[in-house]
């Protein structure tokens, strides 16, 4: 519920913590804080569930109302926001062609609870990476398929 401006601050803010594991339910929201979020909120949550980490292969795909898509490499490297360290979802090389063009950078918020910025690059391998959405990750909150009602927790 947090606007963007406030979200970034708390982003800069936190530490990575460890490579998650496991599924995660996620929100995702463009505009947070302002009336057109809230319908970017519904929208992706229409769409997109969370994602499944596999920290021992580092790679994740995201849950989807389609199933499982767009697998990544998971590792810890430098923000294109601060340059401190972050966990990376780097789509580069996924099976979906279309995520080829998102990097997301993530950051635990509490144990079990992250907040990720994902950054845009359209079409994929060309120009630079612009923000995106900002989404959570939260581990805490069973999984269900489709997600049906809210995780206990604030989000983006």
């Known amino acids: 519920r947090m606007d963007a401006a406030a979200l970034d601050a708390l982003f800069a803010g936190l530490e990575p913590g460890p490579l998650p594991d496991g599924e995660a339910v996620g929100v995702a ?85 992250y907040l990720g910025v994902a950054y845009l690059k359209f079409p994929p391998g060309v120009g630079k990476f612009q923000k995106w959405i900002y989404f959570s990750l939260d581990f805490r909150v069973p999984p269900a398929s489709p997600v049906s009602e809210e995780p206990s927790t604030q989000a983006p």
Not at 76 to 91: C, F, M, Q
């Open 29 to 113: 929201n463009s505009d947070p804080g302002s009336g057109y979020g809230a319908f970017t909120r519904g929208f992706f949550r229409g769409l997109w569930q969370g994602k499944v980490f596999d920290r021992e292969k580092g790679t994740l795909t995201n849950r989807t109302v389609f199933g499982t898509t767009g697998s990544a490499k998971v590792y810890l490297s430098t923000s294109r926001a601060d340059g401190k360290p972050v966990i990376i979802i780097d789509y580069a090389k996924s099976d979906n062609l279309l995520a080829r063009g998102v990097r997301d950078e993530v950051r635990m918020v509490a144990p079990g609870l």
